[in-house]
């Protein structure tokens, strides 16, 4: 009798079991979530100058569990980086769900940067990206 109660027990505990839900990498973990643009700066001649961004014109990106970066409507555009500097880690991007596109890129050619994306994390609640010349301020959207 005791033998078909621990069998019976396994065999609920065996078909209770879920998988687990993916959870964000760790050098990732800190920017999962959706982000606002604030500002943006420019060079001009010998001049850096920094630009607000008003909220009606600001874009949303989001860092996906797994690093994707997606748009606000929760798709990859075409050029989103498969790699990118992190606080200057590289992170290679490796998708752990199907990431959905807004178009088709295949064929297309976009601009090229000889450096990473770059992402800098000031705090929690902020991050600055770099990308070729463009330089872009974050807030996280709650």
Not at 30 to 43: A, C, L, M, P
Not at 57 to 65: C, E, L
Request: hydrophobic share 35%; glycine share 8%.
């Amino acid at each position: 009798m005791n033998k078909n109660i621990l069998l019976i027990l396994l065999g609920f505990a065996i078909t209770n079991c879920k998988k687990d839900e993916p959870g964000p990498p760790p050098e990732v973990a800190s920017i999962v979530g959706r982000w606002r643009t604030v500002e943006y700066t420019e060079v001009k001649g010998d001049s850096i100058l920094t630009h607000s961004i008003p909220k009606e014109q600001s874009r949303i990106i989001i860092f996906r569990f797994d690093g994707v970066m997606l748009e606000e409507n929760g798709k990859q555009s075409c050029g989103t980086p498969g790699a990118y500097l992190l606080n200057d880690k590289l992170i290679e991007v490796k998708p752990q769900e199907p990431v959905p596109t807004t178009i088709d890129c295949t064929g297309l050619v976009g601009i090229w940067c000889p450096e990473y994306f770059k992402i800098i994390q000031r705090s929690s609640n902020e991050i600055a990206t770099e990308w070729c010349t463009m330089k872009l301020r974050y807030v996280r959207e709650e």
